[in-house]
């Protein structure tokens, strides 16, 4: 639990802080931080690394407003569930291919976006809302049904 803490949320702080003053002297410079569609929709098996990709998401907002008259770009991604090893790389076809999900980061963050979604990402990214409740324990009962392959 505290390794996923200091991972998620403490490394890529640690990692920007260090940086930031040599980050600010240059004519432009970006930070990119890696959340999740898991930040705006937790799952409730994982709920100690969503709640990392929310506080993440929640630094990421500051952080960009804090740096807003430097040449410091925030950018953030928040993936879908893309087919790599951190969810032992299993093929499952919900899981979007790896070299589609890079090619369309790519574009948006070069594009400026603030937030790098990919498509399937975005009905997840704009969950929030009244209807927040409903929407997690709908998706949470459909992943106890239909469990993401975890490995052997
Ligand atoms: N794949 C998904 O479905 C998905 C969805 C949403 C968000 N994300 C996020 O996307 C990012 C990349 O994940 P991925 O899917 O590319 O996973 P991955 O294939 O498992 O790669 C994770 C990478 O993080 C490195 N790493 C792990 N712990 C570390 C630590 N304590 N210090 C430094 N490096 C460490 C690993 O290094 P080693 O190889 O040396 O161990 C590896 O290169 C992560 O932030 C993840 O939370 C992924």
């Given at each position: 639990?505290?390794?996923t803490?200091?991972?998620n949320?403490?490394?890529?702080?640690?990692?920007?802080?260090?940086?930031?003053?040599?980050?600010?002297?240059?004519?432009?410079?970006?930070?990119?931080?890696?959340t999740s569609v898991l930040a705006h929709v937790p799952i409730a098996t994982s709920a100690v690394y969503s709640a990392t990709k929310a506080a993440?998401?929640?630094?990421?907002?500051?952080?960009?407003?804090?740096?807003?008259?430097?040449?410091?770009?925030?950018?953030?991604?928040?993936?879908?569930?893309?087919?790599?090893?951190?969810?032992?790389?299993?093929?499952?076809?919900?899981?979007?291919?790896?070299?589609?999900?890079?090619?369309?980061?790519?574009?948006?963050?070069?594009?400026?976006?603030?937030?790098?979604?990919?498509?399937?990402?975005?009905?997840?990214?704009?969950?929030?809302?009244?209807?927040?409740?409903?929407?997690i324990?709908?998706?949470?009962?459909?992943?106890?049904?239909?469990?993401?392959?975890?490995?052997?």
């Amino acid at each position: 639990m505290l390794a996923t803490v200091e991972t998620n949320l403490l490394g890529p702080i640690r990692m920007s802080s260090a940086l930031i003053d040599h980050l600010k002297r240059q004519p432009r410079a970006a930070i990119v931080n890696n959340t999740s569609v898991l930040a705006h929709v937790p799952i409730a098996t994982s709920a100690v690394y969503s709640a990392t990709k929310a506080a993440l998401h929640s630094y990421t907002l500051s952080q960009r407003f804090m740096l807003r008259d430097t040449a410091v770009t925030v950018q953030e991604i928040a993936p879908p569930w893309v087919n790599t090893d951190l969810i032992y790389k299993s093929d499952d076809p919900r899981a979007m291919p790896l070299d589609a999900f890079i090619a369309q980061t790519m574009a948006a963050l070069a594009s400026g976006r603030e937030e790098a979604l990919v498509e399937q990402a975005i009905p997840m990214r704009n969950n929030a809302g009244p209807n927040e409740h409903k929407f997690i324990d709908k998706f949470n009962a459909y992943l106890a049904a239909n469990p993401i392959p975890m490995g052997s």
